[in-house]
């Protein structure tokens, strides 16, 4: 994924930023939300976040 379309993506549960690890990116916030990755491309939906 382009690293703009990266420094873009945020949180939908928070709107904070995420950032890759991994697998999954995770948010900023307190407390931490993960989104998995899957083919290249995160699953950014709010019913599928798993708190970090």
């Known amino acids: ?7 873009a993506l ?4 928070t709107g904070t930023p995420l ?3 991994g697998d999954h990116y995770v948010s ?6 993960k989104y998995r990755i899957e ?3 995160p699953i ?3 019913t599928e976040a798993e708190q970090a």
């Open 39 to 41: 083919n290249d491309v």
């Open 1 to 7: 994924m382009s690293e703009w379309i990266e420094q």
């Open 10 to 13: 945020r949180c939908p549960k």
């Open 44 to 46: 950014l939906l709010p």
């Open 19 to 21: 950032s890759r690890q």
């Open 28 to 33: 900023s916030s307190t407390p931490a939300w």
